[in-house]
Each structure stands twice: as C-alpha cells, then as structure tokens.
C-alpha cells in the first residue's frame, strides 16, 4: 500500500497547459471553427437520441452526455479537434446493466468508469496504444466506418403496425434515397465552389430548406423523440454505498472504460495524422475520466470519441479546441430553445452527411495493398474489421493485437541461428544470431552438441540479445549439459543484467570491454537465489 500511495504522489499530471490556452484570433479561423462545430452538432442530435434507445434510456440522458462529456473534453483533452459524446460501442454494454438494475446503477457505473480513466491517464496507461500495429489500426478503421454506415440503415425504417420496424418501400424509399443522394453530392460539390462554409452544413441546410420549403414526408429529427428539456441538474446516483453495489458496477465500469478509452486513443492517433499532432494520450485519458465523473453526476449516459464526428469537424476545417466547445454548446442551446427548429431537419440529410464520413473514414488503399503486405497483416487487418463489426472494438483491438504479437513471436523464434568455428587452439565457437527469448529457446538448444563438442566451447552473444527469464533459463540449462559431460563453457559478450541474473552459469560468463548494456525485463530472487520473472 505504501508503495501504491508512493506512486501516486510522484505521478505527473500529463496535462499540457499551453495546449489549453491555445484558441484562435484570426475572424476567419474563429467562423471556420464555430461553423464546424455547428456542422458537428446536428450530426450528433440523432446518433445520441438513437444511442440512448440502444441503451434503454431516455434521449435527453443521451443528449446530456454528449453536452457534458463534448465540452470537457473539448477544453481539456489530448487533441484539439477531437469530438466526444455518447457512442454505441458503450450503449450497447448499458443495456443490460439498465434492464437489469435500472438507470441509476448506470449512473454510478458511469462515475467509476470516469475515475477509471482517470487514473489510466496519471499512471500514463495511455502510451501502451503505441503497441497497436498498423494493421490493427487499418482495421478499426474499416469496421468503424462499415459500422457507422450499417447504423445508418436504421433510417430506412418506418414504424410497423405491430409497434416494431419495417423497411421503406416504394414513393418513401425513393424520395429518402433522393435526399441522401442530393445531401452527398452537395457535400461533394461545394468545396469545389467555396471554402467559406463547411460543405456538410451547406447541404443540411439545402435539403432541410427544400424538405421543409416543400412539406416533403420524410422522416425527421423530431419523429425520433422530442429533444426539449432544461439544463442538466447534478443528481447523486441514488444506490446503496454498499459492497454489493460495488460488485454490481464493477465489471460494467471496467469494460466501458476500456473500450472508452481504446476507442478514444485510436481516434486521437487518427485525427492525430490528419492533423500532423503527436502526443496527448495521458491528457486525453485524464480528459475522457473528468468528462464521464461529471456526467454520471449530471443524469448522463457517459460517452468517448466519436470517429465520425471527429472526422466531419476535422474536415470541416476545424484545428482548435473551439470547434469542440462550439458543438457543445451549439448542442445544448438545441436542448433549450432551438429544439423545434431542430426537430424539423430531414434525416436523409444527416444520413448523406454520415454516407460520406463512411466513404472518407474507409481506408481503400488497405484493399489494394492486401496482396502486397505480408499475409500475417493482411490477415490481421481483415480479423480487426470483422470482429470490430460483429463484436465490439475493445475485443476487436485485443484480438488483433494479441494476434500480431504472436505473429511477431514466431517470426523472431526462427530467426536465431549460430555462425560456428574452430579456433587455433582447438575451441568451438558458436556466434550466436537473432533474439533468445522464450519463443526461441527451443531453436536455442537445438545448436549445439554437447556429446560431440570439443572441451571448450564458447558462445559468443554479440549479435544475439537475451531477452526474457525463459532465455536465462535456456543458457543455465546449457551450461549444465556441457558440465554434465565434463566440458568447459565459456559465455561472452552478455549485459551486466545477465552477468547479474544467471545462477549456476555466472561464473561461466568471460567479462569483456564491450559487452553489452541492455536491460532485461525480470527481477532476480534474492531470497531464493533463483531466476525469478517479473515485469
């Protein structure tokens, strides 16, 4: 405990605070970055009423999460240019919570998620999205965006007369599909004409005017739920402080809070390239755990990045945290006064918005490339997207990385090899090459010949590095072969952490000038005086 409490005193706080200060004063960077975030907001209004359906809650719940979660990490997050809100990837983990312990256990679940998170981003578990491969990455891409569009589809339902969906058909499909097709080829058209508005705000607004100005029947935001209410008032999430409780919300937290914060991180490395930003990944950490405490306090569902409006906002123009902080506020000024006007946009429009985030999202050059990269990524990049798709983007990531890992492995373990030679006198060198590690200890032994060596043998690791407890169990099982048989062994060109950490072959280890200086993952047990692992 003492050392707990130690490390959390000598914890940085990764925050930037010349990055928070940080806002534009040119006017035309000002309307740019309000404009898209104006963009953003009509985006997120049905996603977060559809998202709070999906977690069987009301929609102001939704709403309120994407007010509070968008703002705060709009002001204090790792990458200006990120948006937030609530996201499907959590909603459909809170469904079963809210069906069977009703919304105010979500509440208290979403506050622990936040303090989670939180302490991720002081103890800097962020940097470890560093580990996910490029493939990995590729392939969230693509399921995100195949998931992005395949929610959209949802809008091509009407109301059935037995309280559940049908699809459109006939004259309402035909205009719906009309809408979508004008929204996306005015999104396409108006860069090409002028960069003074965002092409997505342009085209809601167009096909919004022609819907309403012609009293079209098609489906609106407000055929949804209504989105009117008040502002958000702090409510105590009201459950017993018990253990009971705790081992209720527990395992719901952990697992909103990893998918929370992998689907954030992988979005924040996304916009990160569009935007050529590094860095940030503790702060966003921070960021998403202060946003998710805040909203399980003020009636919200909590939330994390939003790829899709993060990508509408970037390519809107927008590079400064007011962009975020605009949609925010864009968002619950909806809530408050503009909730009418609001109801009255076409969802076509917003679908043809969405469309084009899936075809800018896409990476399409990943297709092209599949019969050129090795067949291990390929591979990878394909398992990423169809688990992304059919499971969720926590366990997509896990799966992926876990599988390019091993890949990795069984590369490197076929890879040592010795080059061997007699010396003068009469001993045997074997110049080892390539990486021992646990996966190439077999290959390791499989070397040498202890029978049929001469009496000294010499195994040289210049070119080789040790890398694991596995590797030094490998060389001390080595030595012990060739004493067995009475013949001499000598190791060369080891770090100081072998000469350290080997026990029956340290003596057998030949000091040189220039041996190695690497460190090596595992701690040597003093009371035992055995090899002991541990990271």
């Not at 999104?187 to 002028?194: D, E």
């Not at 062994?489 to 041996?515: E, I, P, Y």
Request: aromatic letters at 8%; charged letters at 10%.
């Amino acid at each position: 405990m003492a050392n707990l409490l130690s490390s959390v005193r000598s914890a940085r706080i990764p925050f930037s605070w010349r990055s928070l200060l940080d806002f534009p004063t040119n006017p035309s960077v000002i309307k740019t970055e309000v404009l898209a975030g104006l963009t953003v907001s009509l985006a997120m209004v049905p996603e977060a009423v559809a998202f709070s359906f999906v977690a069987g809650v009301h929609p102001l719940v939704g709403l309120y999460a994407a007010f509070i979660v968008g703002l705060v990490t709009a002001v204090i997050g790792g990458r200006p240019g990120m948006i937030s809100g609530a996201t499907g990837a959590l909603a459909v983990v809170m469904v079963a919570l809210v069906a069977a312990h009703g919304i105010e256990y979500l509440f208290a679940t979403v506050v622990l998620m936040g303090v989670m998170q939180v302490l991720a981003g002081v103890f800097h578990l962020g940097k470890f999205i560093r580990l996910v491969p490029y493939p990995v990455m590729m392939g969230f891409v693509n399921g995100l965006a195949i998931i992005i569009f395949l929610a959209q589809l949802t809008q091509f339902q009407l109301p059935g007369g037995d309280g559940g969906k049908v699809w459109m058909t006939g004259v309402p499909l035909m205009l719906m599909l009309g809408l979508v097709a004008l929204t996306m080829a005015l999104i396409w058209i108006v860069p090409r004409l002028t960069k003074a508005l965002p092409a997505p705000l342009v085209a809601i607004v167009v096909v919004a005017a022609v819907v309403i100005l012609f009293d079209i029947n098609v489906p609106r935001v407000g055929d949804m739920a209504s989105i009117e209410g008040g502002l958000p008032a702090f409510h105590f999430p009201l459950v017993p402080l018990t253990f009971e409780t705790l081992k209720i919300i527990l395992p719901y937290a952990l697992i909103l809070a990893a998918i929370g914060l992998i689907e954030s991180l992988l979005t924040l490395n996304l916009v990160g390239e569009m935007t050529e930003q590094r860095g940030g990944a503790s702060q966003e950490c921070i960021a998403q755990g202060l946003a998710n405490t805040v909203t399980g306090f003020f009636g919200g569902m909590g939330g994390c990045a939003m790829i899709g409006q993060s990508m509408i906002n970037v390519k809107s123009g927008a590079r400064y945290r007011l962009a975020g902080i605009a949609a925010s506020l864009f968002l619950l000024a909806f809530i408050l006064v503009a909730s009418g006007l609001i109801e009255q946009i076409p969802l076509a429009a917003l679908v043809g918005v969405m469309f084009m985030v899936v075809i800018g999202t896409f990476a399409w050059q990943s297709i092209t490339v599949l019969r050129k990269i090795p067949r291990t990524d390929a591979f990878v990049m394909l398992l990423v997207t169809v688990v992304t798709v059919f499971s969720d983007l926590a366990v997509a990531v896990v799966v992926g990385v876990i599988v390019s890992a091993l890949a990795y492995a069984w590369n490197n373990s076929t890879r040592i090899h010795a080059k061997v030679h007699v010396t003068p006198e009469g001993a045997k060198v074997y110049a080892i090459e390539g990486p021992l590690f646990f996966g190439s200890v077999d290959g390791f032994a499989e070397i040498f010949n202890p029978k049929t060596d001469p009496g000294l043998i010499i195994v040289d690791f210049l070119n080789s590095r040790v890398v694991d407890q596995s590797a030094l169990q490998a060389i001390e099982a080595l030595a012990m072969k060739y004493e067995a048989v009475g013949k001499s062994l000598q190791l060369r060109h080891l770090s100081n952490d072998c000469h350290r950490l080997l026990n029956k072959a340290g003596q057998l280890v030949v000091n040189s000038d220039d041996d190695p200086s690497y460190g090596l993952a595992v701690d040597y047990g003093v009371q035992t005086g055995r090899l002991g692992g541990g990271h």
